[in-house]
């Protein structure tokens, strides 16, 4: 090693980033909750018919009817009148899981961080409650018939909570929510 050769300082800038394909799946799941959303709303008046078919009707009105983003669809009335006619515990575990499924949509939107609600108060607030409650505050959502429920279930996204903790804590609520409405139509058509 001679020492009278000048050293070439090392470049202090980083080598360009290559670029990542890491959100590739928030944007499949954006575009895939709002492809959802348009199919449903332009299908809606044959989505109600489901009905006729028991406890599956029920079940893919619900699913179907929650898939939407903000619009709700007629799965409140059907469950309400299918329960004087079909067993109410079962239209009840139909509507719930399949509400709950429905559900995923506004959970997808929030994992992809592409809310809609982003900058909103209530979103902010919904974000720190769910932060604070987890499973507990999406169940209380899900029991309580509230237009909220999307806007929690993208904070239930955006914080990362696990998919799977948070369809059943849906599932849970909305089977219970959806069980009482359909008893309430027992007890009015039965």
């Known amino acids: 090693m001679n020492l009278d050769d000048p050293q070439t300082p090392p470049d202090p800038s980083p080598p360009p980033a290559k ?3 890491k959100h590739l799946p928030e944007i499949a799941a954006a575009v ?78 929030g994992v992809s961080g592409r809310g809609v609600f982003e900058n909103r108060q209530l979103y902010l607030r919904m974000v720190e409650w769910m932060g604070q409650h987890g499973m507990l505050a999406v169940f209380a959502l899900a029991l309580i018939p509230n237009p909220f429920f999307d806007v929690g279930g993208m904070a239930a996204g955006a914080l990362k909570m696990r998919w799977w903790k948070f369809l059943f804590a849906a599932a849970l609520g909305k089977i219970c929510r959806f069980t009482i409405l359909a008893l309430s139509g027992r007890g009015l058509f039965g």
């Open 19 to 21: 670029p990542k394909r």
């Open 32 to 109: 895939g909750a709002i492809l959802t959303v348009v199919v449903i709303l332009l299908l809606r008046e044959p989505i109600s018919r489901l009905g006729v078919y028991g406890y599956w009707g029920v079940f893919l009105v619900s699913l179907l009817g929650n898939a939407t983003l903000i619009f709700p669809a007629p799965s409140f009335a059907l469950v309400f009148a299918v329960g004087g006619t079909l067993h109410p515990l079962w239209v009840g575990i139909a509507a719930g899981v399949g509400a709950a499924l429905g559900e995923m949509t506004g959970y997808l939107a």
